[in-house]
């Protein structure tokens, strides 16, 4: 599985320096021209959409999930928030996660979250193979059955979906790290205090 992984990502990150940003490409026609759906939909008259590029090894990504998201789900806009994520993976390991999370639509919330809370435990495993047995048995846990789980390993158009969301990201927004946000078509770069992110939907809210 691993060396599949290597043949997939060396020419995919070889197509990302080859594209130019398309400074006119709105957010919302990128989420519908790739049929992304909100992990959390708000049912609040006015709302704000919230998308995060993210690879599950990011250390930053981590803390925004396990501190900053945490945070700001105790605040009174998150009923406001329409919250995306899209898989940014930096690396083999991450990109692996992500096949999992996008293999059953049901377990992705949960999925994320064990990933992250168990970031510590997973990222320092000795081998590749104790990685892919951890990331495997997050989403066993959750529900999703062994031979889907073996399926989605083997699905090239979905692996292929990730890449090209991947490359869309960085060709349309600049997306180069992680974690990124697009909050209602303004880009935030890294893991910042809750506070901000609030200050900037709330801000959102208020020209709507």
């Not at 590749?128 to 031979?147: P, S, V």
Request: aromatic share 12%; with cysteine; net charge negative.
């Amino acid at each position: 599985m691993i060396a599949m992984l290597k043949l997939i990502l060396i020419p995919f990150f070889s197509i990302l320096s080859a594209f130019a940003y398309a400074k006119d490409y709105e957010y919302q026609q990128f989420l519908s021209d790739n049929e992304i759906s909100p992990l959390i939909k708000s049912d609040a008259d006015q709302t704000v959409d919230v998308i995060e590029f993210s690879s599950f090894s990011c250390s930053h990504c981590a803390a925004f999930h396990n501190e900053t998201l945490k945070e700001i789900r105790e605040s009174d806009i998150y009923k406001n928030i329409n919250y995306y994520i899209v898989d940014y993976p930096l690396n083999q390991a991450a990109f692996y996660a992500s096949i999992i999370a996008n293999c059953n639509a049901d377990i992705r919330p949960s999925y994320t979250d064990s990933v992250y809370e168990n970031y510590d435990i997973w990222t320092k495993s000795a081998t590749g193979e104790e990685i892919i047995e951890l990331l495997n048995n997050y989403g066993l846990q959750l529900g999703l059955e062994d031979e889907q789980l073996q399926s989605c390993l083997k699905d090239e158009s979905l692996q292929n979906n990730l890449l090209s969301l991947q490359v869309s990201a960085q060709s349309n927004f600049g997306v180069e790290s992680t974690p990124t946000f697009i909050i209602d078509g303004e880009k935030i770069q890294g893991n910042r205090p809750a506070s901000e992110f609030i200050k900037v939907i709330k801000k959102k809210l208020k020209n709507k």
